[in-house]
């Protein structure tokens, strides 16, 4: 008999939940507003026993605890959503459905998504929006020894018109997500990125930002591919903007082939590259048991 | 019967052979000089033709080709090392020995030497000497998709008393190895690091760098333990201003248990882990095999 995977992406706004057949074609999805704890869970469990699935994977908004031997395995952590620390996300739904469940973070799932989109194990995914979120996988395997990835918040150099921007991570000032996050622009302009002019050099410093991080983890990760998504990224000169500085500040080091084909964006719009990722995920669980 | 394995060091000065037995103990080594390609390459064979062994592992001065599906591979490539460029050091003693060869980067030898001293499957290497090197270990696997690592070349943020110093990397210019690389230290001061006084701001600014590439690192690849080895720790203060510098930076982003056991200097003195690494690594091929 045909399996069906469930995929939940967990997030600040919504939760969407979905059912994916054999193929990764999705079945069924609805999108549940995030409201209280108690009832985003609740409204997911009734989705899912209306709409059964022999597996499911969870990709979470974070911070998370992916750690399967810690007691706070499942939960979201000290999260500046109201309501929603430690609070565990895993157990009520896997007690409900009785089913085996994959909790990760929602990076992970893109990225794992993306992975079987472009029929390639090594991996990169950066996601630029509020914050910078980040995955990346080797030979189909997360990176991360102990703990998730927080590539957001590496240390680069400042560009040369920006030197007096500190930046507005609450934790490190001028990191990656101070100077790139979609926020630090509305701090420089006092405009939000949509409505900043597509010929604001604001554009060029974040680009000169992504491009650096880009460039650090190809020198730590050497992936095959690296996609940038999120919000920023729906500003379409960015890419182009991007791969540029890249090109630039790479200067040949290490052999990159085609810059084009390294560096993109997420091959399925809205995030949907995260439900198959979730699916893909989920179908795992039962390879392994 | 007890097998042996050997282990060669190929450095820009010497190259270090030695043979070990099951319990990683050193029976015989001897160090050759780095002279011609042909001279080096013959000595190192007529010593382990002296010296059987059943297995080897080599790490190698680079940049080398790591990959087997490679007609390059086992070669050193662009090297400024004259006439050590593109000339194979796996083949010929390969076939003059007709035994398993393990082939890497010298900096992999050490990690791996590492990883089996610490009991510790997750560990980043950084070597900061001349150049800056560095490698990661993954559950046991060293980390790098489509090549070996080159850490050493990430960006990071400038010193505030070290902005109009431009770095003397000949390609990045201010990347880590432009800014902490042993002859950044004499690009500044016009003095050799073992000349420069301790209470000199030079040694805070390079372990602010140093500090940087570990807090990069340990958010890309949230590793359990950190070995800073090379040249520019044998200044024995060093640690403690990296940890210093580190722990500032990190500001608790993520947990790190204690910063003493999480950022260490090699276990061995003179680069011994690099022996013991390649031994396992010997040891490996033989169990794969």
């Known amino acids: 008999m045909m399996k069906r995977y469930g995929s939940v992406e967990a997030g600040g706004t919504k939760f969407i939940c979905a059912v994916g057949n054999e193929n990764n074609e999705i079945i069924i999805s609805e999108a549940?507003?995030?409201?209280?704890?108690?009832?985003?869970?609740?409204?997911v469990i009734v989705f899912f026993e209306k709409n059964r699935v022999d597996a499911l994977a969870i990709g979470s908004f974070g911070p998370v605890d992916l750690d399967i031997s810690s007691e706070q395995y499942g939960c979201i952590l000290n999260t500046p959503k109201q309501g929603w620390t430690n609070v565990n996300i895993v157990l009520p739904i896997q007690k409900a459905l009785n089913i085996p469940i994959f909790f990760t973070t929602d990076v992970n799932s893109?990225?794992?998504?993306?992975?079987h989109l472009n029929g390639c194990n090594n991996l990169v995914y950066y996601t630029i929006g509020t914050?910078?979120?980040?995955?990346?996988i080797q030979n189909g395997v997360f990176i991360g020894g102990i703990g998730h990835p927080e590539m957001g918040h590496q240390l680069i150099k400042k560009h040369p018109l920006d030197v007096n921007f500190n930046g507005v991570c609450p934790l490190h000032g001028d990191c990656l997500e101070g100077l790139a996050s979609g926020p630090s622009i509305e701090a420089r302009t006092g405009k939000k990125g949509q409505e900043l002019e597509i010929n604001s050099t604001v554009w060029d410093i974040q680009a000169y930002y992504i491009a650096q991080a880009i460039l650090n983890t190809t020198l730590v990760i050497r992936p095959e591919l690296v996609i940038v998504g999120g919000g920023v990224m729906s500003q379409h000169h960015m890419l182009d903007r991007i791969k540029m500085h890249f090109?630039?500040?790479?200067?040949?080091y290490v052999t990159i082939e085609d810059i084009d084909k390294y560096i993109k964006t997420p091959s399925v719009e809205n995030n949907g590259s995260a439900t198959i990722g979730n699916f893909l995920l989920a179908k795992n669980l039962l390879i392994k048991n």
């Open 110 to 115: 893109s990225a794992y998504g993306e992975m």
């Open 32 to 43: 549940i507003p995030t409201t209280t704890y108690e009832e985003t869970i609740k409204k």
């Open 131 to 136: 914050g910078i979120g980040g995955s990346a």
């Open 247 to 252: 090109k630039k500040l790479l200067n040949n």
